[in-house]
């Protein structure tokens, strides 16, 4: 089975930039969607953006659409999530989800995926 491991998390002043990496261990993400989610403090956890890597279909929550890309990189085992123009409100536990099975109408729900890696925190703040 594939453990995601999620990296590149810290504070950053508002307007800037980060770049989140989920490495795949134990195996490759070929064949599965890998998904990003966050989970603010005291909310519940909401998804942000999915990849199938075959094909490359994407998918965005509209609160990051233009702002957030998620990307592949085949050949390092590494999905990536480019976060630009970031808010205060961006500020959350990030999460790196993956599974073989899901289909593209649950990609939402954080309850469908399988694997899920650590979390990273993204802290946006003057």
């Known amino acids: 089975q594939v453990q995601p491991v999620e990296s590149g998390g810290g504070s950053v002043q508002p307007g800037g930039s980060l770049r989140l990496s989920c490495a795949a261990s134990g195996r490759t993400f070929s064949g599965y969607t890998v998904a990003w989610f966050r989970q603010a403090s005291g909310k519940e956890r909401e998804f942000v953006a999915a990849i199938k890597l075959s094909g490359g279909n994407t998918d965005y929550a509209n609160s990051v659409k233009g702002r957030f890309t998620i990307s592949n990189d085949r050949a390092k085992n590494t999905v990536y999530l480019e976060m630009n123009s970031l808010k205060p409100e961006d500020t959350a536990v990030y999460y790196c989800?993956?599974?073989?099975?899901?289909?593209?109408?649950?990609?939402?729900?954080?309850?469908?995926?399988?694997?899920w890696g650590q979390g990273t925190q993204v802290t946006v703040s003057s």
């Open positions: 989800a993956a599974d073989r099975q899901i289909i593209r109408s649950s990609w939402w729900g954080a309850q469908h995926y399988d694997y």
